[in-house]
């Protein structure tokens, strides 16, 4: 990357990270968040350049974590929580792909997901 490409980079990492309202995808963040970890040799130098916890830049590369089908919610926008994307990341991949096309129909909300979650730790065998 060019400097000038890194600086651009950057900019649109802090405009992802401190606003409620984004103006690019969460998965382009994610995109940024790992070129830029690319070139700055590690996650804690990102973090500093863009002052968000390198533990709040991790959220957002869990989306690749995701079953393909939910990074194209993602992509679309039709996901596009951290929160919801940091949770279904930690589901098995049918739990999954099951909430995403809840959520992405706006049938649950964040709360909602935490809770089914929860629910899911406690009986793993339930379907």
């Given at each position: 990357m060019t400097q000038e490409q890194i600086n651009k980079t950057i900019a649109r990492i802090i405009l992802s990270t401190r606003r409620k309202r984004r103006k690019y995808s969460l998965y382009e963040v994610a995109l940024d968040?790992?070129?830029?970890?690319?070139?700055m040799g590690s996650m804690k130098e990102v973090s500093k350049v863009i002052g968000v916890s390198a533990g709040m830049l991790n959220r957002f590369l869990s989306v690749f974590k995701l079953p393909?089908?939910?990074?194209?919610?993602?992509?679309?926008?039709?996901?596009?929580?951290?929160?919801?994307?940091l949770?279904?990341?930690?589901?098995?991949?049918?739990?999954?792909?099951?909430?995403?096309?809840l959520v992405s129909s706006n049938q649950l909300s964040t709360q909602d997901l935490r809770t089914i979650i929860s629910y899911r730790k406690q009986y793993k065998d339930s379907s």
């Open positions: 968040i790992t070129a830029l970890k690319k070139a393909q089908p939910i990074i194209e919610l993602v992509k679309k926008r039709e996901i596009d929580k951290i929160a919801m994307v949770d279904l990341s930690k589901l098995k991949k049918d739990d999954a792909l099951k909430l995403a096309e």
